[in-house]
């Protein structure tokens, strides 16, 4: 971001004298720089602090307007400390005195490098965050109080609503469990023991009212002082697996005879009682 195309190339001899081997575009206008932001990815700005009708406030406002994470160094030889400070309190990563452009090479490295470093910690965040939305079974945090937090899709529908956010304004003990004293007994059990994620079951209410038996995992997440902040659960809907073992046991009870009255007994074909 330079209007003398003398000192563009000045800063482009320099990276290269430091080991890089710039791809640049100058640009002296706003129009400019949203047309060259367009054309392509970059790493990194370098700019001049005022020109006659474009300036690194008016640079960093076209980078905040565009979501940019992209490093922006100053290099100026009329700036002064207090107008260096307001721009970096603006956003702006360093400035580098035209003076002094030594220091050029190790600052643009260090910006670069950081600003690899939080794309990728924000592409393994956007990963996680995937994960945990496509999870098949829930998963929340909640506030010692009973506030969720967060939820996943999948908690959601366990509950049958159709959003997460739907859950956000639930309050646990009264609106999920079927018996709204349950939840502080769980809690202390949970904030007591030290083993992490150890699973138990208990019934919860859906949206119309209908009953689930849920398996819940719950891990107390404490601060510094020891003090519960909120609980993480992972959440299986094991109602269905639930109704299908006690009809197996049952079917079991059938063909041992427990199932038959007093006093009756089977045959292959026929059921008799007998005198």
Known sequence: MEDAEDD?????RELTRAGFEPV?????????????LDRQEWDIVIGDYSMPHFGVPAALAVLRERGLDLPFVIVSGTIGEEKAVAAMKAGAADYVPKGQLARLGPVIA?????????????RAEAALRTL???????????????RVLVANLALARILGYDAPEELLALDLARDVY?????????LERDSAR????????VAWKRKDGRLVTVQLSVRAVRTSAGAVEYYES??????????????????QKMEAGDGWPAGWRT????????S
Request: proline content about 6%; some cysteine.
């Open 194 to 201: 030290q083993r992490a994620y150890e699973a138990f079951e």
């Open 132 to 146: 945990v939305e496509q999870a098949p079974v829930g998963i929340f945090r909640s506030t010692p109080a009973g």
């Open 8 to 12: 563009a190339l000045l800063l482009v």
């Open 267 to 274: 045959t292959s074909t026929t059921c008799s009682r007998s």
């Open 234 to 251: 992972f959440v299986r809907d094991v109602t269905e697996q639930r109704r299908l073992e006690r009809q197996l046991v049952q079917a």
């Open 110 to 122: 260090r910006e670069v490098r950081e600003a690899t470093s939080r794309r990728e910690r924000r």
């Open 178 to 186: 079927a018996d709204p004293a349950a939840r502080p007994g769980l």
């Open 24 to 36: 640049f575009e100058r640009v002296a206008t706003a129009p400019a720089m949203r047309a060259a």
